[in-house]
């Protein structure tokens, strides 16, 4: 029997994708929800997984290939058994695609098995028209909930289809979640920062009008209630908040072009990106200045973000500033009370009161944004949960500074990358976890999970100055070049946010150097659930002893402190010493006559 997996739909408003990368060659083994290929859109980055199990027979279309939404771009051979187990999915897989037309589509789910999605659910109301569900989509097969960062539209906004109306967060990627219909917001059922199962409905979109209290209004309610339905909208000025947005967008025109179209110049402009522009005041023109660190060079939220911190001009006259709008928020929001901004906004203030009595008036309260708040609870949880202890010794990598820099120009002519000395850094590591495997190990209950894998962990800055730590798999079976190679490909995708997510899962042991810094030794905190973490600090040239030739001399040599920081509930002073002097011992006898490239 042959199944055909096709291009899925990311949201309505996809029509296309792109083959990043296929995982499975043909004629191999997969099972049903086993990831085999990746993908990319105008809005994610994702892993579409198998609908059944079988062998992928034929690949239609390859890397590189950009193909519209339910195009077939690969055939699964199941055996009897597995045609068996997937006949009722793949009946339900038709009827669902052969009803898709007449229903509206949930938000966007990374799924081949249409059988798997919850149909859109629909309410009638007298006053709104027919309800429509937002649920919180399934960004992986791994993904079992999500959290709501933020709503960009408020009850009684008037909504068109498959435009942004939240950002969401999951363990692996932060998204936007587009309307699945036209109408107006009438619920809000889930608020920010709440964190929610897949699936679970979080908004309803009505056809009719709603006020900003919640109470429906029919469609053909007069513009006195539309007026009634603008939360921001002055009580003074007698305008509609449409009215009032073309107004100002009108003022803001003078100065640039307001109205961001989707693509200008060969550059993509994701829906996200074209609502803060909106709201901010920045033009097109403005947006075109910006270095995009995004996939394919795009602006992404955190590039205009940065941009809004440091903008070099002040908004056009008309057009109040974002701080002044920052400002007016606060009372917008009192004069216009939503479902949740109230509540929080009390919250925060009493918070920030509270910050201000205890350090004075002379203090700036900067909230953190999702990233370090993860990493904020991953620190305090690797403390809580291991006993951290750390040891340090000092090498002699003098023959390995000297060695890299005679062959690193040859190197990257030949290789096309740098050769710094982080791959030598990681090689030792390598020979140490070799010679003791107990120290490649995690802790489960009262039982010890030895990994026969060594999955290694490289601790890397984000240009943001937050941490992510990209996995090498099975770093022991790679030289130096090719540790270089995996080095410098994970530590350039991460700093450009193009790191699938499988690729910072799964390491068993984590490598942070903090010499990048100048720092020479530090104590770094265990990235659970791994029992062991290795630090290296800077190298510097220092006078030592040295014994030649019976005699005792002070030589110039670089020298370079390395710290080893375990769980001392599993790992004991002997062993965690033994494993440290082993990776000393191979960083000293690296050279010319010794290394493998």
């Given at each position: 029997m042959i199944v055909e997996v096709v291009m899925p739909k990311m949201g309505e408003s996809i029509q296309e994708g792109k083959i990043l990368q296929w995982l499975k060659k043909e004629g191999e083994t997969v099972e049903r929800d086993e990831i085999i290929l990746e993908i990319s859109t105008d809005k994610v980055d994702t892993e579409v997984p198998a609908p059944n199990s079988g062998v992928l027979a034929k690949i239609l279309h390859h890397e590189d290939d950009t193909v519209e939404v339910g195009t077939v771009i690969a055939h699964l051979e199941t055996d009897a058994s597995a045609a068996a187990a997937g006949a009722s999915s793949a009946g339900a897989t038709q009827e669902a695609a052969a009803a898709a037309p007449a229903a509206p589509a949930p938000a966007p789910e990374p799924e081949v098995a249409v059988a798997d999605a919850e149909p859109v659910a629909e309410a009638a109301s007298a006053d709104a028209g027919d309800l429509t569900d937002v649920v919180m989509p399934k960004m992986g097969e791994s993904i079992q909930e999500g959290k709501v960062l933020q709503w960009l539209k408020k009850v009684g906004d008037k909504i068109e289809r498959d435009e942004i109306i939240l950002e969401i967060s999951t363990d692996k990627v932060d998204t936007e979640v587009p309307s699945p219909v036209s109408g107006t917001l009438a619920e809000i059922l889930v608020q920010e920062d709440e964190t929610v199962e897949v699936g679970t409905v979080i908004a309803r979109i009505g056809s009719g009008v709603v006020s900003s209290g919640g109470g429906a209004k029919p469609a053909s309610a007069p513009a006195p209630a539309a007026k009634a339905a603008a939360p921001a909208a002055p009580a003074s000025n007698g305008q509609s908040a449409p009215a009032a947005q073309q107004s100002n967008g009108a003022v803001r025109a003078a100065g640039g072009t307001t109205?961001?179209?989707?693509?200008?110049?060969?550059?993509?402009?994701?829906?996200?990106?074209?609502?803060?522009?909106?709201?901010?005041?920045?033009?097109?023109?403005?947006?075109?200045?910006?270095?995009?660190?995004?996939?394919?060079?795009?602006?992404?939220?955190?590039?205009?973000?940065?941009?809004?911190?440091?903008?070099?001009?002040?908004?056009?006259?008309?057009?109040?500033?974002?701080?002044?709008?920052?400002?007016?928020?606060?009372?917008?929001?009192?004069?216009?009370?939503?479902?949740?901004?109230p509540a929080r906004e009390a919250v925060v203030q009493l918070e920030d009161e509270q910050i201000y009595r205890k350090y004075g008036q002379d203090v700036e309260i900067i909230p953190m944004d999702h990233i370090r708040q993860l990493i904020a609870d991953h620190m305090v949880r690797s403390k809580q949960t291991s006993a951290h202890v750390t040891s340090v010794v000092e090498a002699d990598v003098t023959d390995i500074m000297q060695y890299r820099n005679r062959i690193k120009d040859d190197f990257q002519k030949r290789e096309g990358v740098k050769l710094t000395v982080t791959p030598f850094f990681c090689r030792a590591l390598i020979e140490g976890v070799r010679a003791f495997p107990m120290v490649n190990v995690s802790v489960e209950g009262k039982k010890i999970v030895r990994h026969k894998h060594l999955n290694l962990g490289m601790a890397t800055v984000l240009p943001d100055g937050n941490l992510i730590v990209p996995v090498i798999k099975d770093a022991d079976a790679l030289n130096i070049t090719g540790l270089a190679r995996s080095i410098n490909d994970l530590a350039t995708r991460a700093r450009t946010r193009k790191l699938q997510p499988q690729e910072i899962q799964g390491g068993t042991i984590t490598l942070t150097n903090v010499g990048g810094f100048g720092t020479l030794f530090g104590t770094p905190v265990i990235n659970q659930p791994q029992t062991v973490i290795v630090g290296v600090g800077a190298v510097q040239k220092k006078p030592v002893v040295r014994e030649v030739a019976g005699n005792d001399m002070i030589l110039i040599r670089q020298m370079m402190y390395l710290s080893i920081t375990y769980d001392h509930r599993v790992i004991d002073g002997a062993l965690a010493g033994n494993t440290l002097a082993t990776i000393k011992k191979s960083l000293e006898s690296m050279n010319e006559n010794t290394v493998q490239l």
């Open positions: 109205d961001i179209p989707r693509k200008h110049n060969n550059r993509f402009y994701s829906p996200l990106v074209r609502t803060i522009a909106e709201k901010e005041g920045v033009t097109l023109e403005e947006l075109e200045t910006i270095k995009g660190t995004g996939l394919d060079g795009r602006v992404t939220k955190h590039d205009l973000r940065g941009y809004m911190e440091n903008r070099p001009a002040a908004a056009p006259a008309g057009a109040p500033a974002p701080r002044a709008q920052a400002q007016a928020a606060p009372a917008a929001a009192k004069a216009a009370p939503s479902t949740s901004a």
